[in-house]
C-alpha cells in the first residue's frame, strides 16, 4: 500500500519504490546523494501527526533528514509535488529550495535555449 496514514511510522517497500522513482534522490538542494543512499522522510514529522503516505513524504540522505529535526531547516511539498527545503534563518531569509541534480532534464542544456548566454563551463 502507498497509504499508510498513522498505521506505520516506516514506509513500506512499495513506498520506498515510488519515492525513489518519483525523487531519485536525496531532495536536499545540492545534494547527490542517490536513492539507494537516502531515507523516507515525512514532510510533517511523524511526531507532528504526519502521515507515512507516499505524497507526504520524500527522500532524504540519513544527514539531510536529521537536518530537519536538529537543524532547523523545515521541508513542504510544493504544488508541483516536488520537496522544498527551506533553511533556518541563521543561514537564510527562509526561501524554499528544491534540488535540481536529480533532475536535469527539467533544465536546458547548453545551447538549447531558456538561458541567458552565461553558463557555467570553464572557458576554452
Given at each position: 500500500?502507498?497509504?499508510?496514514?498513522?498505521?506505520?511510522?516506516?514506509?513500506?517497500?512499495?513506498?520506498?519504490?515510488?519515492?525513489f522513482?518519483?525523487?531519485?534522490?536525496?531532495?536536499?538542494?545540492?545534494?547527490?546523494?542517490?536513492?539507494?543512499?537516502?531515507?523516507?522522510?515525512?514532510?510533517?514529522?511523524?511526531?507532528?501527526?504526519?502521515?507515512?503516505?507516499?505524497?507526504?513524504?520524500?527522500?532524504?540522505?540519513?544527514?539531510?533528514?536529521?537536518?530537519?529535526?536538529?537543524?532547523?531547516w523545515?521541508?513542504?511539498?510544493?504544488?508541483?509535488?516536488?520537496?522544498?527545503?527551506?533553511?533556518?534563518?541563521?543561514?537564510?531569509?527562509?526561501?524554499?529550495?528544491?534540488?535540481?541534480?536529480?533532475?536535469?532534464?527539467l533544465?536546458?542544456?547548453?545551447?538549447?535555449?531558456?538561458?541567458?548566454?552565461?553558463?557555467?563551463?570553464?572557458?576554452?
Amino acid at each position: 500500500p502507498l497509504y499508510l496514514g498513522r498505521a506505520a511510522r516506516t514506509a513500506s517497500a512499495a513506498q520506498r519504490l515510488a519515492l525513489f522513482a518519483r525523487d531519485l534522490g536525496c531532495t536536499r538542494p545540492n545534494c547527490t546523494a542517490p536513492a539507494s543512499r537516502s531515507q523516507a522522510h515525512h514532510i510533517t514529522n511523524w511526531r507532528e501527526d504526519g502521515l507515512t503516505n507516499v505524497d507526504t513524504m520524500t527522500l532524504a540522505c540519513g544527514c539531510d533528514n536529521r537536518l530537519v529535526d536538529t537543524g532547523g531547516w523545515s521541508t513542504t511539498m510544493g504544488p508541483d509535488g516536488r520537496t522544498h527545503w527551506t533553511p533556518p534563518p541563521l543561514l537564510d531569509v527562509g526561501q524554499p529550495r528544491t534540488n535540481q541534480y536529480h533532475r536535469p532534464t527539467l533544465y536546458p542544456a547548453e545551447g538549447e535555449g531558456g538561458g541567458d548566454g552565461e553558463t557555467d563551463s570553464p572557458a576554452r
